[in-house]
C-alpha cells in the first residue's frame, strides 16, 4: 500500500514542494514546529530510515544537507536540525527545523499555524535558495 508519503511524491496529494532531485522529494511539514520545517524523503518506499541501503541512505543524506542549507539562508535561525523521530508516517523521512534554542525541536510543543498562503511563500523561499 502506498504510505501518505508515496501519494505526495505522485502528486496524488498535493504539498508544498521545497526541492527534488531523481531519487528524494523535501516539502513542508503540514504541522511544522517552526517556519520552515521540512520533510525530506526518499522516492522510494522504505518504512524506517535506517534499513535504507547504504547507497540510498548516504544519497538522502546528501540531499538533506542542500536542502539544510537552503532552508538556512531562507529562514533566520541560529542552526538547522536534522531530527529523525519515525513513529507517525511509515515511510522514512528525515526533518529539518530551524531552530534558535534546544526547545525548538521538542516533539510535543505546539505546532505553528501557517495560513496556505504563508506555506507557498516559505516554500517559494526555500526553493530559491535551493541549488543541485
Ligand atoms: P514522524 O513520523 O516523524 O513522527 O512525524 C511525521 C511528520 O509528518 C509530522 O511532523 C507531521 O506533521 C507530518 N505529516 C504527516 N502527514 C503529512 C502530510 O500529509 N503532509 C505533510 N506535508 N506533512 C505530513
Known sequence: MDSIFTKIVKGEIPSYKVAENETCYAFLD???LAKG???VIPKKQVDYLFDLDEESYVELQLFARKVAKAVGKAIPSIRVAEAVIGLDVPHAHIHLIPINSESDVDFRKERVKLT???FVQIAE???KE???
Open 30 to 32: 503540514i504541522n511544522p
Open 125 to 127: 523561499s526555500i526553493r
Open 130 to 132: 535551493f541549488s543541485l
Open 116 to 118: 496556505p498562503e504563508e
Open 37 to 39: 520545517h521540512t520533510l
